[in-house]
C-alpha cells in the first residue's frame, strides 16, 4: 500500500464485522508497532492482544459506563448544543461521531479483537502512542480497522485487573484499539484546513500556504 493511502486513509473504523483477525496479520501488526520510535530506546512498553469473548464480554460494559460518563463530562455541553442546532454544519458532525461512539458503546464486546498499549515511565505517551498509532497503519495496511480509545481509564485499575496486569510494578493502561474488518469503506476524513490549524515561527503567524482540498486523494 502507497504510504500517503495509509496515512490518509486511516481514521476511525468503528463499525466492523465479527470475523477474526488472523494470526499472521495481527503478529505483522505487533511487529509494526515495535519498530516505531521509543524515547531513549527503553521500549517500557508492553502490548496484549484480547480476543477471549469472556473478557470481551465483561470489557463491554465497563465501556459503556465510560461512554456515558464521556457525554456528561467532557462532551456535555458539545453534544447539548448539537441536538438543540441539529441543522448546523458542526452539529452535523457531532451528531455523526456521537452515532458512531454509540455503535461502539452498544457492541464493544463483539469486536473480534482488542489491541491494548501499556507503558511504563512514559509520562507523556511520547513513546507508547507512536509505537499504537504505527500498529494502526499496520492495521489499515491489511485492510484492518481499528479505532484508539482512553476512556476505559475511567474505571482506574477495573481493566488492568480484569487483564491481569501489574500496576503495582508501574505499568499504565495507555489505550485499547479495538480492530476488526470494517463493513464501511475506506475514505479521507474531513478535517479543517492545515492552513487554519499551522503557524509558522509565531503564534497567528500564517503558514505560507494553502490547502483547502486534501492533498492527496485516491485518484493521484
Not at 527503553?42 to 469473548?53: A, E, G, K, L, S
Not at 463483539?110 to 512514559?122: C, K, R, V
Not at 480509545?149 to 481493566?159: C, E, P, S
Amino acid at each position: 500500500m502507497d504510504l500517503h493511502e495509509a496515512l490518509y486513509t486511516t481514521r476511525a473504523m468503528r463499525r466492523v464485522k465479527p470475523d477474526p483477525v488472523p494470526m499472521d496479520v495481527q503478529a505483522r501488526i505487533l511487529d509494526a508497532a515495535i519498530r516505531a520510535p521509543s524515547g531513549g530506546n527503553t521500549q517500557n512498553w508492553r502490548f496484549m492482544m484480547v480476543d477471549d469473548p469472556n473478557i470481551r464480554a465483561r470489557l463491554g460494559p465497563l465501556y459503556r459506563d465510560c461512554i456515558d460518563q464521556l457525554w456528561q463530562t467532557v462532551y456535555k455541553d458539545r453534544v447539548e448544543s448539537a441536538r438543540a442546532n441539529p441543522d448546523e454544519p458542526e452539529s452535523k458532525a457531532t451528531n455523526a461521531m456521537v452515532s458512531s461512539v454509540e455503535h461502539a458503546a452498544d457492541n464493544f464486546s463483539d469486536y473480534p479483537l482488542f489491541l491494548f498499549g501499556f507503558a511504563n515511565g512514559d509520562r507523556s505517551g511520547g513513546s507508547i502512542f507512536p509505537s499504537i498509532w504505527s500498529a494502526q497503519l499496520a492495521a489499515r495496511a491489511e485492510g484492518v480497522g481499528s479505532s484508539l480509545t482512553t476512556v476505559l481509564a475511567y474505571k482506574g485499575d477495573a481493566v488492568p485487573e480484569l487483564l491481569g496486569v501489574p500496576v503495582a510494578d508501574g505499568w499504565k493502561m495507555a489505550a485499547c484499539v479495538p480492530m476488526g474488518y470494517p463493513t464501511g469503506r475506506w475514505g479521507v476524513a474531513k478535517r479543517n484546513p492545515v492552513h487554519e490549524v499551522a503557524y509558522r515561527n509565531q503564534w497567528g503567524n500564517e503558514i505560507g500556504f494553502t490547502a483547502d482540498e486534501p492533498l492527496w486523494s485516491p485518484q493521484d
